[in-house]
């Protein structure tokens, strides 16, 4: 049989308007149909022209019903922006205009229902980072970030903290035996459950990086990921562990979905420019909306890495405890990129928080400090205006690239030994003077929260030490 061949006065015999429509359909048929006989290609024409709307959804014929009906899906899916809505800005005077900007964008999107911008703040990629977006039945995958499930995960231990002093080599030890950076990762990961996800093999663009994850489990990215042991200083009698209060030996880790998350990341970031048109200033902001297939895949996607997040953390204080011959007294464990189903004055939103901590009602999370600073133990207080969020750290005082050209490596030195920190591996670019000051931040945040401890680092592990960046 020879190849299907067509001519525009084919067409028009078949009902096509002399017009873009006869090439269209001709190489749309010639792409699905190259072996098919003309008369059966021809009588399908017919059909289209004679009834193009029963073929706009159509998989392989849309194209050729829009050309025929004259529809222009790029410019159906253009959005244009509305007038902004208000919302509130936590310790604004700490927070650089270009997270402002950025977050005043946000709230001119038509899905926007509510938003805020914690104390940390500072600029990102779409929304800032410590931005928080409450929208309409839609998720922004920029308004999640790129480091999907992004998260904190603190261990207290019924040991008293001195042995940081008496131990130290030891724990230093612990922390470069059991752990692993960037692009290092164990030669032999643990098992788990999530690694058995359903949507490993149902959604393709999330099968194909199953073996990576598989790879990656219970590893850490670089940047400013770190597992750190500390002092946990427990203030608050009534605190939901048990805990007396006082000191305890602690184990705190940061760190993502790695991989996994990236690569959800960039793929459903490019869908939702394909399928969400926005001005040029706002094109990171793109949506999917719930109701469509794509939405849904990103969804299941995002819950897929938070919870492979999650399982990397509970492998790294697994390991670490079982070196220490000791079982956690306490947990606490926060995403902070992230999106949430939640009710918000009465209504159902999709809530994203962008490097920032949930803080409802009664909600624990670890707010770090910096490598110098201490961090904190949080209750939620559920603050509507907030959006039930807080700071997720001190936030950037500069860029990673400021903080290269202008901090010295021998004042970073100093200043470590000046606190007693001992820092295996990072970079100039977590030095912590380019980080704002941690106290200034709580102070901007106090109705959000209430502090029940705090974690004081004291030996730091973070990719820098011969482990290339995350892949």
């Known amino acids: 049989m020879k190849g299907l061949k067509l001519h525009g006065k084919d067409l028009i015999a078949a009902g096509f308007p002399e017009g873009r429509a006869i090439g269209i359909a001709i190489n749309v048929m010639l792409k699905h149909h190259r072996k098919t006989a003309k008369e059966e290609v021809l009588a399908e024409l017919a059909r289209i022209a004679a009834d193009p709307g029963a073929y706009a959804e159509h998989e392989r014929y849309a194209p050729i019903a829009d050309a025929l009906t004259g529809r222009d899906r790029k410019a159906e899916a253009m959005h244009e922006l509305v007038p902004r809505k208000d919302y509130r800005a936590y310790g604004s005077e700490h927070i650089e205009q270009g997270a402002i900007h950025q977050m005043e964008i946000a709230m001119k999107l038509p899905v926007t229902v509510a938003g805020a911008l914690m104390p940390d703040a500072h600029q990102g990629y779409g929304l800032p980072i410590g931005g928080v977006l409450a929208v309409e039945n839609a998720v922004i995958p920029y308004g999640v970030g790129v480091d999907i499930g992004c998260r904190m995960c603190l261990s207290v231990f019924h040991i008293a903290p001195e ?153 790294i204080h697994a390991r670490i405890a079982k070196a220490l011959g000791e079982k956690p007294a306490a947990m606490v464990e926060n995403h902070h990129n992230f999106a949430w189903k939640e009710v918000h004055e009465g209504r159902e939103v999709i809530v994203h928080r962008k490097g920032a901590t949930p803080a409802g009602k009664g909600v624990l999370g670890v707010i770090p400090g910096s490598m110098t600073a201490p961090g904190y133990i949080v209750r939620g207080t559920g603050v509507a205006e907030s959006i039930a969020s807080a700071s997720h750290g001190a936030g950037r005082l500069m860029s990673r690239t400021k903080a290269k050209e202008t901090i010295s490596p021998s004042v970073v030195k100093k200043h470590l030994e000046h606190h007693g920190i001992e820092l295996i591996g990072g970079g100039i670019d977590e030095a912590p003077m380019a980080y704002k000051d941690i106290t200034t931040v709580m102070a901007s945040q106090r109705e959000l929260i209430e502090v029940i401890g705090s974690f004081t680092p004291k030996i730091v592990r973070m990719c820098g030490d011969g482990s290339a960046a995350e892949d």
């Open 163 to 315: 042995v940081l002093v008496t131990q130290r080599e030891a724990h230093k030890r612990l922390l470069t035996e059991h752990t692993r950076f960037g692009r290092a990762v164990h030669e032999k990961p643990m098992a788990d459950a999530v690694l058995e996800r359903a949507e490993f093999d149902s959604i393709p663009a999330v099968k194909q990086l199953k073996d990576r994850a598989w790879r990656q489990i219970g590893s850490s990215g670089s940047g400013n990921h770190f597992v750190e042991f500390g002092v946990a200083e427990i203030t608050d009698a009534k605190n939901e562990f048990g805990l007396a209060p006082g000191k305890y030996l602690a184990l705190l880790s940061h760190s993502g979905s790695r991989g996994l998350g990236a690569g959800i990341a960039a793929h459903y970031t490019r869908v939702a420019k394909e399928r969400c048109k926005l001005p040029s200033e706002a094109q990171n902001l793109a949506w999917l909306s719930l109701d469509s297939a794509e939405g849904l895949e990103y969804w299941l996607a995002m819950n897929l890495a938070g919870d492979f997040a999650s399982a990397c953390h509970h492998h």
